[in-house]
């Protein structure tokens, strides 16, 4: 009898900003028989490599092939019959599972609805270390490369905002209690008096240090005057502010791996996060129960 397993209950999922790596290598066709034997051989003459760097080693997946290789400092002279690569820096979903459900990851991700979900890029080369750590112990870590990531440093003015407040005491009910207020904001639409933008909605937020007037996440639309709220919402003033900003395509539940890449992006521009002020997501569709979203991140910067 053949058991059906749920894969996104079995794998932890984590970004990575990988740094250049040189790896030197043998080169062969993808079949887990060759990548036996790679390996093997790979052991035999560890002492061949110059310049190698610990004892790790790396498995990279071609479109047409396989490398298995050691990382080394530098390229020196090839052993014969090796290979040179490099793998550049890049931004990765790093997904760790068992190693025995190795068949279903790569059978779950060659769905393209399942690539988008976690913005893959199934044209660049992913990769495997092995090391001490993981496969002795039952586990294993696939690198994925996502794709290029756009992030445009914006100033918005003041923006009225109307709409619904919602409080969690457990940050874990926010995924939940979140997309009930946008439906009921939607619902409710007709009740809002000078909507400018009434399609977009607009999440706001203060995500770090906030007074009790600021907790929570509201869920809101544009107005041109807040003099007018209905019975049971509210209304906010967000003040002149810049922002980076960047987009999130995929799982409602894996937009922190966005933003992880997003404050990463911040600190290598040589920006400052302002944590004490509010920061917006902007929804262009929204008040649909869905599990995969596209939400334009602000996240307020100093310039």
Known sequence: MTVQINLEELIQVRTAVTEKVHLVGLKGANDYEVEKRMFAELKARNDEIPNRIGADEYL???????????QVTE????PEGMTAYTLEPDEHAVFRFEEKHICAFWEYFCSPDNQAKYNLNIDKPRFEIFK????PAGMTEIYFP???????VLALGELKLVGLRVICKNGGEYKTEIPKAAAELKRRIGDIDSKTEPQRMIGVFVPGDYSQQ???YWVCVQVDDVASVPEGMTSL?????????????????????????????????GYERIQRSWHLEIYEQWGTPSDTVEVMLHDTITV
Do not use: C, N
């Open 214 to 216: 600021e907790d929570g």
């Open 75 to 78: 390229f020196g002279q090839l």
């Open 237 to 269: 003033i967000v003040p002149p502010q810049s922002y980076a900003v960047t987009l999130h395509k995929g799982r409602i539940d894996m937009i922190f791996r966005t933003y992880e890449l997003l404050h990463h992006w911040i600190a290598e521009h």
């Open 60 to 70: 990279v997946i071609f479109g047409d092939g396989l490398l298995v290789a050691a």
């Open 132 to 135: 001490e750590s993981l496969q």
């Open 146 to 152: 996502t794709h290029d990531r756009e992030v445009k």
